[in-house]
């Protein structure tokens, strides 16, 4: 998988003017699930230094003048200090709160390269190692559950070593791509016409990985 490139700064971006959203104003969000290649575990971080018992994927706002993968490598070094490199994306995941949609979560596999010492957020997050099934306890959220069950380390997955879009698992907050947000390359433009809109939703999510993949 070709890799983006992004700029490792000393500051974390602020404010979400430049965030994408959807038809609905729905906020569209990139992540990473940050994997240790040796030790098999997941790198989480603390929400903010007020919630420093809620353990989360690093993730942020995707804007305008970057690819979806782009946004979750920038937020994953804002945020958490790594840098390493996408292996896969995860899928886009539906966060909900008291009944309302939050947000769409873009989430990405990455394999861990370097965990460095100083980074943008430093003061604001606390970081831990966590094994699979350390993680699905600690984890504030379904969506991030769901994409921990969908990832490498879920020992079903490695059983049945079968392509990602072909895996069973059941996962509650999985959907198909919004139609009027375009996967990304680079900067954002007119949303395309939606073509998936009559495709099954497994099409739809298997249409998504191919795009992804190539960026």
């Known amino acids: ?21 959807d038809e609905h104003d729905i906020r569209q969000v990139a992540g990473c699930l940050p994997i240790h290649p040796i030790k098999k575990k997941f790198l989480l971080i603390t929400s903010s230094n007020k919630n420093n018992d809620h353990w989360v994927l690093p993730k942020g706002g995707w804007e305008v003048n970057e690819s979806q993968a782009q946004a979750a490598l920038r937020e994953t070094w804002e945020e958490a200090g790594i840098k390493g490199r996408i292996i896969r994306p995860l899928g886009v995941f539906e966060e909900v709160n008291k009944r309302q949609v939050k947000a769409h979560h873009w989430i990405y596999e990455m394999e861990i390269d370097e965990v460095c010492k100083k980074f943008p957020e430093k003061k604001k997050r606390e970081r831990r190692w966590y094994t699979y099934e350390e993680a699905l306890i600690v984890a504030k959220g379904q969506y991030m559950k769901d994409a921990m069950m969908l990832s490498s380390l879920n020992p079903a997955n490695q059983a049945k070593s079968v392509p990602h879009d072909q895996q069973q698992i059941h996962a509650t907050t999985i959907i198909a791509p919004p139609s009027s947000v375009p996967v990304s390359n680079g900067p954002t433009t007119s949303p395309p016409p939606d073509q998936n809109k009559q495709m099954p939703f497994s099409h739809r999510l298997k249409t998504l990985f191919k795009k992804t993949s190539s960026l």
């Open 1 to 21: 998988m070709e890799q983006p490139s992004i700029e490792y700064t000393k500051k974390a971006r602020h404010g979400h003017g430049n965030d994408v959203t």
